[in-house]
């Protein structure tokens, strides 16, 4: 156990619709990564949030968007759904600042959309 | 920019025979590197890591790997296959944290490679 909770774990949609995808970190890492998985385009970075704040911005379609809330869980919202948005959405957090951990990510198990 | 290249899509050992996987990075400052091992419908776990030092790095399960700058390689290897090894192996890259500016430690994942252990 990773320490990072994902919900939903499976989710099927319809084209056009919008799903929100709920990611908490482990206790005390303040950063959050999402990623997303597909057969073609492999492991792609999505969005990174530092405690609050948008940090990095990867791959992510203009459809797309996430935050990140005082508590530290964020949300991954996909709006306008579209055949090939079906993937496997994952979110990571780390270990901030220097020690042993740093530069490790930590996965959660991952959301399933599937958009039909 | 990094970037990172694993060389087989799918690797076939047999159990007890020598698993290699092999993995080439591009990044224009010393990376952090990375093994992650994902099996079926689960997330990423990590296997290894190299930051600095000892360039031969030990991680769980019996796999090492070794980070050769020359070769710009991060194989991945294990002497003796376990049917429990089947799964698919990402290497990764990020930059160490002084080198973080835009990006703050997001991984850069190679597409991985499937192993698939026969009895």
């Known amino acids: 156990d990773s320490g990072v909770t994902q919900t939903p774990k499976h989710l099927i949609t319809a084209t056009g619709q919008r799903v929100t995808l709920r990611c908490s970190p482990r206790?005390?890492?303040?950063?959050v990564y999402w990623y997303q998985q597909s057969l073609d385009q492999g492991l792609q970075f999505l969005i990174q949030y530092y405690n609050g704040e948008e940090r990095a911005k990867g791959n992510i379609l203009e459809r797309f968007s996430a935050q990140q809330f005082p508590d530290l869980h964020s949300e991954l919202n996909l709006s306008s759904l579209e055949l090939g948005d079906s993937a496997l959405y994952f979110c990571?957090?780390?270990?901030?600042?220097?020690?042993?951990?740093?530069?490790?990510?930590?996965f959660g198990e991952g959301s399933r959309l599937t958009v039909l | 920019a990094q970037s990172v290249t694993q060389l087989g899509s799918h690797v076939s050992v047999s159990e007890g025979a020598l698993v290699l996987l092999r993995c080439n990075y591009s990044?224009?400052?010393?990376?952090?590197l990375f093994w992650y091992v994902q099996y079926p419908n689960q997330g990423l776990q990590l296997l290894l890591k190299?930051?600095?030092?000892?360039?031969l790095v030990k991680g769980i399960n019996g796999f090492e790997a070794e980070f050769k700058k020359s070769e710009t390689s991060f194989h991945l290897t294990k002497p003796s296959a376990h049917m429990s090894d089947a799964a698919e192996y990402f290497c990764?890259?990020?930059?160490?944290?002084?080198?973080?500016?835009?990006?703050?430690?997001?991984?850069?994942f190679g597409k991985g490679t499937k192993l698939s252990v026969k009895p």
């Open positions: 990571a957090s780390s270990v901030d600042g220097t020690g042993d951990r740093t530069g490790e990510l930590f």
């Open positions: 206790s005390g890492d303040l950063s």
């Open positions: 990764a890259v990020s930059l160490p944290p002084m080198n973080y500016g835009g990006s703050q430690g997001n991984l850069i």
């Open positions: 990044s224009s400052v010393p990376p952090y």
């Open positions: 190299y930051t600095t030092g000892a360039t």
